[in-house]
């Protein structure tokens, strides 16, 4: 292997990882505020377009966007094996 390919492995390998990192951060975020966007927040009674407004909104869809995209890839490369 040359070193030309052994960078270029390299570098796929370090943007895999973190293309991974940010899904899995993402996907902490989207889990996390679930509930609130749900119900609100129920022991203040505050609704949850209260919560959240529509740049709330547009990151969250986003982010679900980047982690499906990213899910989808991964059934691809399994897939060709």
């Keep these: ?30 889990r996390k505020d679930r509930e609130a966007s749900l119900y609100g927040d129920e022991m203040l009674d505050v609704p949850p377009d209260r919560i959240f407004g529509r740049l709330e909104a547009d990151a969250a869809l986003a982010d679900a966007r980047f982690v499906l995209e990213q899910c989808q890839k991964l059934v691809r490369e399994h897939r060709r094996g």
């Design 1 to 30: 292997m040359t070193n030309e390919e052994m960078a270029s492995s390299d570098f796929r390998i370090a943007e895999q990882t973190l293309k991974q990192a940010e899904s899995s951060l993402k996907d902490r975020t989207l």
